[in-house]
């Protein structure tokens, strides 16, 4: 059973930072898809970034147009299983929403698209103010 497990959220002030963290029981050894999406009341669930992991490596990553150069995600594994970060820097008060670690066997392509993805964590809060 696949479980993926978000920590990390909080509140900031504008400027800040935060890391989110996404523990999986995705094994090492195979290849996915796996992206951070967020969720803002009212509006559609969005990708924020992708990355594509082959063979517990990293083979590429995917940002969204509002986040570029100020998100980045990364993958390290720790016991055998796969590990997602998402580093938050220079917050808005626009990126206030839950956030939600996915994961799906690779496909290789629509890493930002949250309709391709199969597995989901419980989410985590995320609330920047002005």
């Known amino acids: 059973q696949v479980q993926l497990v978000e920590s990390g959220g909080g509140s900031v002030q504008a400027g800040g930072s935060l890391r989110l963290s996404c523990g999986t029981t995705l094994d090492i050894v195979n290849s996915y898809n796996m992206g951070w999406f967020r969720q803002a009341p009212g509006k559609e669930r969005e990708g924020v970034a992708g990355i594509d992991i082959v063979g517990g490596r990293t083979n590429g990553t995917y940002y969204a147009n509002a986040v570029k150069g100020r998100f980045t995600i990364s993958q390290a594994n720790a016991k055998n299983t796969v590990y997602v970060s998402l580093e938050m820097n220079n917050l808005k008060p626009e990126d206030t929403a839950m956030y939600y670690c996915?994961?799906?066997?690779?496909?290789?392509?629509?890493?930002?698209?949250?309709?391709?993805?199969?597995?989901w964590g419980q989410g985590t809060q995320v609330t920047v103010s002005s």
């Open positions: 996915a994961a799906d066997l690779r496909r290789g392509w629509n890493f930002l698209s949250p309709h391709d993805y199969k597995y």
